[in-house]
């Protein structure tokens, strides 16, 4: 079973930058596709952005042009490079694997989750 680890979360001020690392074990790393997502208070989980094996990303439309998935094969560490963040980023931020983009359409049909982390955008 998948092991997930986030970090790099913290509290940054409205238009700074941030990068997010997800560790992903227990698993053959480069044939999957990646997906980060997050859960602000009172609010579902929604896809953030995906990337698969293949290099095809998508984004939300909340963050198009801000923020970057991205991964290393070699280190089984996928990114999120956040852009000129907003306080409406502010969320815990979680990461998660499948084989294809579909994988990503339903959270609830992951077996697991790391513990996340949180990214708090203030002034």
């Known amino acids: 079973q998948v092991q997930l680890a986030e970090s790099g979360g913290g509290l940054v001020q409205p238009g700074e930058s941030l990068r997010l690392s997800c560790v992903a074990s227990?698993?053959?790393?480069?044939?999957?596709?990646l997906g980060w997502y997050r859960q602000a208070p009172g609010k579902d989980r929604e896809l953030v952005a995906a990337?698969?094996?293949?290099?095809?990303?998508k984004y939300a439309d909340s963050v198009k042009g801000r923020f970057t998935i991205s991964r290393d094969d070699a280190k089984n560490t996928m990114y999120l490079q956040m852009n000129s963040v907003k306080p409406e980023d502010t969320a815990v931020y979680y990461c998660?694997?499948?084989?294809?983009?579909?994988?990503?359409?339903?959270?609830?049909?992951?077996?697991?989750w790391g513990q996340g982390t949180q990214v708090t955008v203030s002034p």
């Open positions: 998660n694997v499948g084989y294809g983009m579909g994988d990503f359409n339903n959270h609830y049909a992951f077996p697991s």
């Open positions: 990337l698969t094996a293949a290099g095809t990303t």
């Open positions: 227990g698993i053959f790393f480069r044939i999957h596709a």
